[in-house]
Nanobody, 117 residues
């Protein structure tokens, strides 16, 4: 099993910045893609950003130019730098990971991000 532990959420004003971290531990061999999803009240969980072990990234259109995903493979940690935050970024943010040759998704417990207007 892979355990994912998020940190860095909180309350921020619109226009501000937050940085989320997610550390993976446990059975982390063959760990490939890691990413961030979010779920706002009454809405479906959506992909925010993802990054492969090799560094290829993808972003939701709504966060392009404002959020940056990165990872430290030596620390098995993925980060999400969130700038120019908007009230619509308010959600629970979940860390996600997948291994090579597997469609199984590992999830963290989530961290709340609240952006006030």
């Amino acid at each position: 099993q892979v355990q994912l532990v998020e940190s860095g959420g909180g309350l921020e004003q619109a226009g501000g910045s937050l940085r989320l971290s997610c550390a993976a531990s446990g059975s982390i061999f063959r760990l490939n893609a890691m990413g961030w999803y979010r779920q706002a009240p009454g809405k479906q969980r959506e992909l925010v950003a993802s990054i492969t072990r090799g560094g290829s990234t993808s972003y939701a259109d709504s966060v392009k130019g404002r959020f940056t995903i990165s990872r430290d493979n030596a620390k098995n940690t993925v980060y999400l730098q969130m700038n120019s935050l908007k009230p619509e970024d308010t959600a629970v943010y979940y860390c996600n990971a997948q291994k090579y040759y597997s469609d199984y998704n590992y999830w963290g417990r989530g961290t709340q991000v609240t952006v006030s207007s």
